[in-house]
């Protein structure tokens, strides 16, 4: 009977160590299977972040965006004809005039502003050959803004934008109750309008970005010499007129003695015979 006994709890022992085994093994599987599921997790979120990095940069450098304006100030000896060749060459380069004034204090002054903006490709050949329309270059001041990471945020904000556009949209189709409908409606209107804000800008920056502008600063340093003026030279018209000129005074002048004669008459025969009478008195007493 003892040996039974003795037989049973050694099977029983033998039983519990068995199981306890299997619990490690399973322990031991499932952390493994955790860890592991972990460092899938870290790998694939360390790998995501530095694919995004660089596609982003390999964005930036294949669409590289920069704002270019040119100041210029120049003397020139022919305002109107340098300002007009400048317009001319803003159209065979492909740009356009934007602005064009000439303000003329006197006829030996001129001063004057012509603004074009002309394709970013041909900014450079632009400048170069149109400074040769100077013949003196006074000032020269070209600047650059980089906008592409501006450009490149813009794009990404659109994207997200566009996604949730998309979203939106499948939930509108899936919506049955009035009310889900008005939000997502709402929701919808909100992010169309963001999307429009997105796009003008973007395409701002692009015009910006494709055109460049330059703004010169002409003024003439050339002294104009007058034309003669045919109209003085006829002396045969100013003789007739200087001689009626002249004919004309001496009949106002008649004119003028005849009035005062006839005019004053009464006035003047009454000064005659007071004249003769001092003159008779004094004679009689020299007499005496």
């Known amino acids: 009977m003892n040996r039974k006994k003795m037989m049973l709890i050694f099977s029983l022992f033998l039983l519990l160590a068995a199981c306890s085994n299997n619990e490690g093994d399973n322990s031991v599987s499932e952390s493994g299977d955790d860890k592991a599921s972990s460092k899938m997790d870290a790998s694939f979120s360390g790998d995501k972040e530095p694919k995004e990095e660089v596609a ?35 159209e065979e380069y492909g740009g356009y005039v934007v602005e064009s004034n000439v303000y003329r204090e006197n006829e030996e002054k001129m001063e004057g502003t012509i603004t074009v ?15 040769g329309e100077a013949s003196k270059v006074i000032g020269r001041n070209v600047t650059g803004q980089d ?32 009310e889900d409908l008005l939000k997502i409606s709402t929701d919808l209107a909100a992010v169309q309008e963001e999307m429009e ?20 600063t002409l003024a003439q340093d050339g002294i104009i010499v007058p034309g003669i003026d045919k109209a003085e030279l006829n002396t045969w018209e100013r003789t007739k007129k200087q001689l009626a000129t002249s004919a004309n005074l001496l009949l106002k002048a008649g004119s003028g003695i005849i009035v005062f004669i ?27």
């Open 262 to 288: 006839i005019g004053n008459l009464p006035i003047l025969v009454i000064l005659g015979m007071a004249g003769l009478l001092v003159h008779w008195v004094m004679r009689r007493r020299r007499e005496k």
């Open 117 to 131: 903006r002309v394709p970013e490709a041909r900014f450079q050949d632009f400048l170069a050959v149109s400074e």
């Open 147 to 178: 906008v592409t990471e501006q450009y490149v945020d813009l794009k990404a904000r659109l994207k997200s934008k566009k996604t949730v556009e998309e979203r939106l949209l499948a939930f509108m189709q899936e919506a049955e109750k009035t």
């Open 197 to 216: 804000q997105l796009t003008g800008q973007m395409k701002y920056l692009e015009n910006q970005t494709s055109y460049s502008t330059v703004t010169i």
């Open 56 to 90: 982003k940069q390999e964005d930036i450098t294949a669409e590289r965006k920069v704002i270019h304006q040119a100041q210029l100030e120049w003397k020139v000896k022919d305002l109107e004809k340098v300002q007009q060749r400048i317009e001319e060459m803003a």
